[in-house]
């Protein structure tokens, strides 16, 4: 179901005009208001009337977190604060936070990103969505908030923690939506299942998960443990906050982007060059619908590709697959980019394989060489080395079509693969000890 039919079905010819419109006027507020990026335009050598196609945006200089730090709290404002209405600012665990500014027609603008979200995974004036995201300084509270009352539907605004309370009021009230990160509604399924409550008598049947980053195996543990349908939703506080981008129910794989709102690019994460839909990369976005604080070209450090394919639910958006990581986790093996979680899909569903990893990377006469260690699975039993071999060629052939780089595999016995926490976990890279 659509929340705003015309726009989120757009011809690509019309919604391609309204983001060169929209982009010329957000380089020229930028050029004219913020004094850091004009002057990063300067250095560049590009001046707003550059900008005459989509593709001219590459012309344009990126934004990076530490801009937003450098000019904080507001530097990057590109009004006078008496149009600004509401602030946020991110979590900022080292050193200061990045503070967001919003105007009234931001905040509109972001409750109608959020409300075709929702609308998109089948939500309707009908549902009580309970939020149990933290409301406050963090954007996923308020941003979903606003976007529920936008499309009509009830919203509870309990915030985060309190887990009893949280499932007592989804009894009482008959919650059917459940908005929170994927970490918390798995504390609320569990603790739902210990409390021996039958899932079947608690009216929960969408979740809206977000600001994290997690997986279709989490995203299974949830659908079973709450009796639910989960989806992904996302945003970040530097574009606006939570609904830049959200699944649809008709084929739940990938999040459309509205494009009406915001730009994205996927980048090669190293050289900032541009990359075609469908290939791996850094995802950058500029915001082409914010008075506020607009942000060109901003790099997300998050790791996704664009589907080339239409979407069978009519939306004309285009579709950011689901977050695959973070560029920090990327690997250069003789001149290829290599993810972690490109070995997880290509190991993913082989008979008697866990879905544990870890890459080792190494230089042998100064040639990078690739080792996978997969884990084998505590069920698996075979006692013939030929069946063993068979294996660990099959997983190798599996590994090196995705990657498109030979690399050797070690097959390690079940539960020897350290379970750390942590961005590298994934990765031993030895060349860095020379
Ligand atoms: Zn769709």
């Known amino acids: 179901m659509y929340y705003n039919e015309h726009m989120e079905t757009a011809s690509r010819d019309e919604l391609e005009r309204i983001q060169l419109e929209r982009l010329q006027a957000t380089v020229r507020r930028m050029y004219d208001n913020v004094g850091f990026y004009r002057r990063r335009m300067e250095e560049q050598g590009v001046v707003p009337e550059d900008i005459k196609t989509l593709s001219d945006i590459t012309k344009l200089p990126f934004m990076s977190k530490i801009d937003l730090r450098d000019n904080y709290p507001f530097g990057t404002f590109a009004v006078q604060k008496t149009e600004i209405v509401r602030l946020h600012a991110s979590s900022g665990t080292t050193g200061k936070p990045i503070v967001a500014g919003y105007t009234r027609h931001d905040l509109e603008m972001w409750s109608d990103c959020v409300a075709r979200g929702l609308s998109a995974v089948g939500v309707t004036a009908d549902d009580i969505v309970q939020v149990a995201y933290g409301y406050g300084l963090f954007t996923g509270g308020m941003g979903v908030h606003y976007g529920i009352e936008r499309l009509g539907a009830t919203v509870l605004p309990i ?17 059917t939506v459940l908005a929170c990160t994927p970490s918390y509604a798995l504390v609320l399924g569990e603790a739902i299942r210990d409390m021996g409550i039958d899932p079947e008598t608690i009216k929960l049947r969408v979740g809206v998960f977000g600001a994290e980053p997690w997986t279709e195996g989490i995203r299974k543990e949830i659908e079973a443990l709450l009796h639910i349908k989960a989806y992904d939703i996302y945003g970040l506080t530097e574009s606006v906050g939570p609904g830049v981008a959200m699944e649809c129910k008709e084929a739940c794989d990938g999040l459309h982007i509205w494009e009406d709102c915001f730009i994205p690019e ?95 990377v190494d230089r042998v006469h100064n040639l990078d060489t690739l080792e996978v260690q997969v884990e084998l699975l505590p069920t698996l039993v075979y006692d013939e080395v030929r069946k063993m071999e068979a294996l660990r060629a099959k997983v190798q052939k599996s590994i090196e079509q995705v990657l498109g780089l030979s690399v050797s595999v070690r097959l390690m016995p079940p539960n020897s693969i350290e379970r750390a926490e942590g961005k590298s976990k994934h990765i031993k890279d030895n060349r860095k000890l020379d």
Do not use: W
Not at 166 to 174: E, H, K, W, Y
């Open 266 to 360: 996927i980048v090669d994460p190293d050289t900032g060059e541009p990359l075609p839909d469908g290939q791996i990369g850094e995802l950058v976005i500029t915001t082409i619908n914010k008075e506020g604080m607009p942000t060109v070209r901003f790099r997300t450090h998050d790791l996704t590709y664009i589907h080339k394919e239409p979407c069978v639910c009519g939306r004309t958006h285009r579709r950011l697959h689901r977050l695959m990581g973070r560029t920090d986790d990327m690997l250069i093996i003789r001149g290829v980019n290599v993810f972690p979680s490109q070995v997880e899909s290509a190991i993913v569903g082989i008979e008697g394989i866990a879905p544990r990893y870890l890459l080792v």
């Open 159 to 175: 915030s985060a923690g309190n887990t009893k309370k949280q499932i007592m009021m989804m009894q009482d009230l008959g919650t």
